[in-house]
T-cell receptor, first 114, second 115 residues
Framework: DTAVSQTPKYLVTQMGNDKSIKCEQN?????MYWYKQDSKKFLKIMFS???????INETVPNRFSPKSPDKAHLNLHINSLELGDSAVYFC?????????????FGPGTRLLVL | AQSVTQLGSHVSVSEGALVLLRCNYS??????LFWYVQYPNQGLQLLLK??????LVKGINGFEAEFKKSETSFHLTKPSAHMSDAAEYFC?????????????FGTGTQLKVEL
């Protein structure tokens, strides 16, 4: 009965590889997000989708490409991985775009680039 | 643009003591404010949120926060700390950005609870 799920939970890979992280929510929400948490635990939004439409793109390198096949899924594909991409990536969802809406977070994907 | 500042990256309290985690916000429009908790190796869980209704907001696990416009603060408190409260706490502010919905987080406060 997990609300927001992410796969994989851990991802260890070499520099230069391409990898994907998947996110699914079963809350019936219209809006989904990707956040990056760095080694100092600072959280920053990367992307936001509403009804499969890109709403926010926070100056993320174009090596990062989100894809939303439907409202319940938001995947993140990363090309040519770099050492600095090592972080924890969190997916989140909310009912809609209103400021009062609570964002529900997934458990995170811990990416380590060697 | 909105931002939040969390004073004190590490806070240590004794079990049973008062917990006070500080958060000050900056916003050009009335803010919506949130406190999230992150337990080790887990995702973020909402503790409570302020959405312009009551200024004293009660959340889960005995936490509460008071919105003080005059002080631009939204400090998180709990009367009596428990060992299970040890975690990272994040204050966040929400604002519309270019039609989107952007949650901006503070740098977090690590709460340590000692016997």
């Amino acid at each position: 009965d997990t609300a927001v799920s992410q796969t994989p939970k851990y991802l260890v890979t070499q520099m230069g590889n391409d990898k994907s992280i998947k996110c699914e929510q079963n809350l019936g929400h219209d809006t989904m997000y990707w956040y990056k948490q760095d080694s100092k635990k600072f959280l920053k939004i990367m992307f936001s989708y509403n009804n499969k439409e890109l709403i926010i793109n926070e100056t993320v390198p174009n090596r990062f490409s989100p894809k939303s096949p439907d409202k319940a899924h938001l995947n993140l594909h990363i090309n040519s991985l770099e050492l600095g991409d090592s972080a924890v990536y969190f997916c989140a969802s909310s009912q809609g775009l209103a400021e009062r809406e609570t964002q529900y977070f997934g458990p995170g994907t811990r990416l380590l680039v060697l | 643009a909105q931002s939040v500042t969390q004073l004190g990256s590490h806070v240590s309290v004794s079990e049973g003591a008062l917990v006070l985690l500080r958060c000050n916000y900056s916003s050009s429009v009335p803010p919506y404010l949130f406190w999230y908790v992150q337990y080790p190796n887990q995702g973020l869980q909402l503790l409570l949120k302020y959405t312009s209704a009551a200024t004293l907001v009660k959340g889960i696990n005995g936490f509460e926060a008071e919105f003080k416009k005059s002080e631009t603060s939204f400090h998180l408190t709990k009367p009596s700390a428990h060992m299970s409260d040890a975690a990272e706490y994040f204050c966040a502010v929400r604002g519309l950005t270019g039609g989107g919905n952007k949650l901006t987080f503070g740098t977090g406060t690590q709460l340590k609870v000692e016997l």
